[in-house]
DNA sequence: AAGCGGATTGAGAACCAGTCTCGAATCCGA
DNA sequence: TCGGATTCGAGACTGGTTCTCAATCCGCTT
């Protein structure tokens, strides 16, 4: 975890930034809420992002941009996103929380390295069927669900070397 | 989430404490670290407990016994029997961590009812092999992983009328 | 039993992500 | 353009968790 801010998606850098604006702007007005210049511009990011973005992250953004919203903006903003469906809320362990835009029905889950911070996403075909029965025998009603699995990835040398040298000493020390 | 100290576990009231404790005591000298009585004193509520405690939880249950331990002390202590493999760290979207022995290779996952707070445990036999395809596919090398499902249990009226509530309303309000 | 070196303890301060407050600014339909 | 409702934002606040460091405890040796 020494760099939190090169987490990165492995989500295709879709286009469709436009689309999802689109959306926001008739859930906004279905719900008589108003379209702010704040709500446009944070929404903007995350859409634009590809990469799994904390509010902090957010607001580097925006100052980036030349623009600015106060940090009580856009926590609201996000969690306004998350509610509306349009994005999705993560916990990482980082102390934090992050957010990604919800792309329609693109189910994913995340594999999470314990070396470098880098998040990477997987999806397998028989999970949710696994999931469901599960949730079924217990008599519980699924709304959503948070699979994560944290480990050591092969993205750099210094994780696959961290990977070596946990396999030598062994799973506990 | 009404009273999140109501929390249950469906794992079955184990006399195993003083043997965990054995297995404490022998991680420690193994370390070279003291055994304390305030370590013994935590390890020991944990250890007895089928739910899922919090910090506090866990102070509580000490001055309940007419024991203390600062809470720099109670937090360093679940740190380090996490660390020791004998307890396992929980979010469950509260705001703060829950802890709860880890009993040798009794591998379980949650469901946590976003109604009442409840949290019981499923285990499906197939989520391992799936979850560990998944890693290998990415070359990802798995160390832990977090399944948690929330919805709506069914264990009080209150709850299954929310449930009756929400598909009649339907996802998205 | 007493001494000793090193790790732990604990009260309270510090930290920090996230929330709240409330007057000012903005939005948007008419 | 106007007006009423909503949002914005600077900064105070909250609460879980970590840090600080002097006093204490542990466990080993004599």
Redesign the interface.
Do not use: N
């Given at each position: 975890m020494s760099n939190p801010s090169t987490t990165v998606s492995t989500r295709p850098p879709l286009g469709c930034a436009a689309v999802m604006m689109q959306v926001l702007r008739g859930e906004l007005r279905e719900r008589e809420l108003p379209f702010t210049h704040q709500r446009e511009a944070i929404a903007q990011i995350l859409f634009e992002s590809t990469r799994h973005l904390s509010a902090d992250d957010v607001a580097a953004s925006l100052r980036q941009r030349g623009e600015h919203a106060g940090k009580a903006t856009v926590y609201r903003t996000l969690a306004l996103l998350v509610e509306l469906?349009l994005a999705t809320e993560h916990?990482f362990?980082e102390g934090f929380k992050r957010y990604e835009t919800q792309v329609g029905a693109a189910q994913h889950?995340h594999?999470i390295?314990?070396e470098c911070g880098r998040v990477?996403t997987?999806?397998?075909p028989?999970?949710d069927r696994?999931?469901a029965?599960?949730?079924a025998?217990?008599?519980?009603?699924?709304?959503?669900?948070?699979?994560?699995?944290?480990?050591?990835?092969?993205e750099s040398a210094a994780c696959r070397k961290a990977?070596r040298t946990?396999r030598e000493v062994g799973?506990?020390s």
């Open positions: 469906g916990d362990d889950d594999l390295c314990t990477s997987f999806h397998h028989e999970l696994i999931l029965e599960a949730a025998e217990k008599g519980f009603a699924p709304i959503t669900r948070q699979v994560k699995i944290f480990g050591t990835c092969s990977l946990y799973p506990t």
